[in-house]
T-cell receptor, first 112, second 110 residues
């Protein structure tokens, strides 16, 4: 069964450092997303990406965040200067159509 | 008011029991509805879409009441493997983002 894959599974970084979280969406999917989940809290939308551009972003997705689809397979989330409050599980997801999204196993980001 | 609201639980039920969860949403422009399941420290997984006419998938039945803005999930004949957090998810029209509720935790015991 096709799946969304994310790397790394766990990333520890110092405050102020840049991190890049990587995702390989399911190959025939058209919509790509990043969500995050702070421990014990709900899953929160960050950004959606369709047709090679951002289609929607949340208030969380400020200037410190960016996304790229550098080639036909990868989808990355960059956080330029990490803060302690960026510590969370980051999920990449993809879908053929809106709603029926398949999530990757997540990258646990710990900012120290 | 929260966009998507759920009773956090936990719901502790014996194997074989029937359990129901409700979810309310605040935006009347919501157009698509889903239940996802999340195991501890794992990713959300789509359980089922929710249609206006109601729909069933094996032991799971989902209902939508647009007038009252609530969605329900009924699980019959609970199994130990049903233990998880059930996430109510809504999409508002003209957007493609999933809006998650906080989830309802279910624990099925032997």
């Amino acid at each position: 069964e096709p799946e969304v894959t994310q790397t790394p599974s766990h990333q520890v970084t110092q405050m102020g450092q840049e991190v890049i979280l990587r995702c390989v969406p399911i190959s025939n999917h058209l919509y790509f997303y990043w969500y995050r989940q702070i421990l014990g809290q709900k899953v929160e939308f960050l950004v959606s990406f369709y047709n090679n551009e951002i289609s929607e972003k949340s208030e969380i997705f400020d200037d410190q965040f960016s996304v790229e689809r550098p080639d036909g397979s990868n989808f990355t989330l960059k956080i330029r200067s990490t803060k302690l409050e960026d510590s969370a599980m980051y999920f990449c997801a993809s879908s053929e159509a809106t709603g029926r999204a398949f999530f990757g196993q997540g990258t646990r980001l710990t900012v120290v | 008011r929260k966009e998507v609201e759920q009773d956090p639980g936990p719901f502790n039920v014996p194997e074989g029991a029937t359990v129901a969860f409700n979810c309310t949403y605040s935006n009347s422009a919501s157009q698509s509805f889903f239940w996802y399941r999340q195991d501890c420290r794992k990713e959300p997984k789509l359980l089922m879409s929710v249609y206006s006419s109601g729909n069933e998938d094996g032991r799971f039945t989902a209902q939508l009441n647009r007038a009252s803005q609530y969605i329900s999930l009924l699980i019959r004949d609970s199994k130990l493997s049903d233990s998880a957090t059930y996430l109510c998810v809504v999409i508002v029209s003209d957007t493609d983002k999933l809006i998650f509720g906080t989830g309802t935790r279910l624990q099925v015991f032997p």
